[in-house]
């Protein structure tokens, strides 16, 4: 293999695929990328994948020998980092990767690269056309709602419904939901996606670095792919049924409040330096007396009592939260003010924005 191209193109590449690399010792060409420039169409493809996620990236590349190796990539990602020419080229050298560039000279030890896994395809279904910005924005708009854990897979994914004209994005630990509704989506094509929530971090920093408008979106029961602008991400997605959260959704509020999100933000900032370890605040609304307050308590620190300016309806209630639960959907809601919608005492808030149909936030109280 001999190529040249520049600088920027390889080491975006490489970044990319660097983060998807696997860590397992009994496979170590899994923290490999795999430079496959075999097809020699001016350009060079670079693979990386863990056995639960892949990724190829396009370079675009003057070839002069076709080739294909396998180098580790945190060692190429930091040989090409360190550079400081714009051309770089690359070839093998008795089966080992040199990379050259203005007075600089690296050889890198490569792995057997037929031990390589295939990428799989991604999906029998046509691909659709999606926005790549909302998408991006549907997956970060919902991502942290998800379960860090495993042990139940549906909670710890981000599930993902396109419908004609729409992708809807949703989260939840049974804790607190979130929903966000992408509209405009072109096709009438419909599926139903769960990604672990791993695979959708990864792949909401993959559209990141996408330079299109549109990507392509096509799934079956057991992967997903998403492909554009070069860059291709294959993901596998979890053989489970997300809940049937539509259900627990209130039809009604027993009290309603309109606040200006950065006051609430505000209160909820300070309250957390006095709710001590357990972060619990407790929330009062009091209609007639046109009274909107939280309250936080700890031993070690002391207690706060602070009001806030609010449209408020219905009846009174104190109800207490975990402040980050509250917190976490603030900076998602592009409205400067919030609708808290109540159902009652030990039942769920609905948290949306004044101006933001698109975005519904659910949270369960606390029992104290």
Same mark, same amino acid.
């Given at each position: 293999m001999k190529l040249t191209t520049t600088k920027e193109k390889i080491l975006s590449a490489i970044q990319l695929t660097e983060r998807i690399t696997g860590k397992k010792e009994s496979l170590p060409v899994l923290s490999c990328v795999l *430079? $496959? +420039?075999? +097809?020699?169409k001016g350009e060079m493809v670079a693979r990386a994948t863990n056995l639960e996620a892949g990724i190829e990236v396009n370079v675009p590349c003057e070839i002069e020998d076709k080739g294909i190796i396998a180098v580790s990539a945190s060692v190429l990602s930091q040989t090409l980092r360190s550079i400081s020419g714009e051309k770089i080229a690359l070839k093998t050298e008795e089966g080992n990767l040199v990379v050259e560039s203005r007075g600089t000279r690296t050889l890198i030890?490569? *792995?057997?690269? =037929? =031990?390589?896994? +295939?990428?799989? %395809?991604?999906? $029998?279904t046509k691909g659709m056309s999606v926005s790549r910005e909302e998408l991006m924005r549907g997956i970060q708009s919902v991502?942290? %709602?998800a379960s860090p854990s495993m042990i139940r897979p549906e909670l710890g994914s981000v599930y993902v419904s396109v419908r004609p004209g729409a992708i809807v994005c949703v989260a939840t $630990?049974?804790?607190? *939901? +979130? =929903?966000?509704?992408i509209s405009g989506v072109k096709g009438k094509s419909e599926t139903e996606l769960l990604i672990p929530l791993k695979h959708a971090l990864e792949l909401a920093h993959v559209l990141e670095r996408i330079g299109t408008a549109e990507v392509s979106l096509s799934a079956d029961e057991s992967q997903m792919s998403i492909s554009a602008d070069g860059v291709r991400y294959v993901s596998r997605v979890v053989d489970g049924t997300f809940p049937n959260y539509k259900e627990i959704m209130p039809k009604a509020f027993e009290t309603e409040a309109t606040v200006l999100k950065n006051d609430f933000a505000e209160m909820l900032r300070k309250a957390?330096?006095?709710?001590?370890?357990?972060q619990h605040v407790g929330l009062h609304v009091y209609p007639k007396r046109k009274i909107f307050s939280a309250t936080a308590r700890s031993a070690e620190v002391g207690e706060m009592s602070d009001s806030i300016d609010a449209a408020i309806s219905g009846n009174d209630l104190d109800i207490n939260f975990h402040i980050g639960y509250l917190a976490d959907c603030l900076s998602i809601i592009e409205s400067d003010s919030i609708i808290l919608g109540f159902a009652g005492a030990g039942k769920p808030l609905v948290i949306r924005g004044v101006s933001d149909a698109s975005f519904t936030y659910l949270v369960m109280p606390l029992n104290r």
């Amino acid at each position: 293999m001999k190529l040249t191209t520049t600088k920027e193109k390889i080491l975006s590449a490489i970044q990319l695929t660097e983060r998807i690399t696997g860590k397992k010792e009994s496979l170590p060409v899994l923290s490999c990328v795999l *430079l $496959d +420039a075999t +097809a020699g169409k001016g350009e060079m493809v670079a693979r990386a994948t863990n056995l639960e996620a892949g990724i190829e990236v396009n370079v675009p590349c003057e070839i002069e020998d076709k080739g294909i190796i396998a180098v580790s990539a945190s060692v190429l990602s930091q040989t090409l980092r360190s550079i400081s020419g714009e051309k770089i080229a690359l070839k093998t050298e008795e089966g080992n990767l040199v990379v050259e560039s203005r007075g600089t000279r690296t050889l890198i030890k490569a *792995l057997p690269h =037929e =031990e390589f896994p +295939a990428l799989g %395809a991604g999906g $029998d279904t046509k691909g659709m056309s999606v926005s790549r910005e909302e998408l991006m924005r549907g997956i970060q708009s919902v991502s942290y %709602a998800a379960s860090p854990s495993m042990i139940r897979p549906e909670l710890g994914s981000v599930y993902v419904s396109v419908r004609p004209g729409a992708i809807v994005c949703v989260a939840t $630990d049974s804790f607190r *939901l +979130a =929903e966000k509704t992408i509209s405009g989506v072109k096709g009438k094509s419909e599926t139903e996606l769960l990604i672990p929530l791993k695979h959708a971090l990864e792949l909401a920093h993959v559209l990141e670095r996408i330079g299109t408008a549109e990507v392509s979106l096509s799934a079956d029961e057991s992967q997903m792919s998403i492909s554009a602008d070069g860059v291709r991400y294959v993901s596998r997605v979890v053989d489970g049924t997300f809940p049937n959260y539509k259900e627990i959704m209130p039809k009604a509020f027993e009290t309603e409040a309109t606040v200006l999100k950065n006051d609430f933000a505000e209160m909820l900032r300070k309250a957390r330096v006095f709710s001590g370890g357990d972060q619990h605040v407790g929330l009062h609304v009091y209609p007639k007396r046109k009274i909107f307050s939280a309250t936080a308590r700890s031993a070690e620190v002391g207690e706060m009592s602070d009001s806030i300016d609010a449209a408020i309806s219905g009846n009174d209630l104190d109800i207490n939260f975990h402040i980050g639960y509250l917190a976490d959907c603030l900076s998602i809601i592009e409205s400067d003010s919030i609708i808290l919608g109540f159902a009652g005492a030990g039942k769920p808030l609905v948290i949306r924005g004044v101006s933001d149909a698109s975005f519904t936030y659910l949270v369960m109280p606390l029992n104290r």
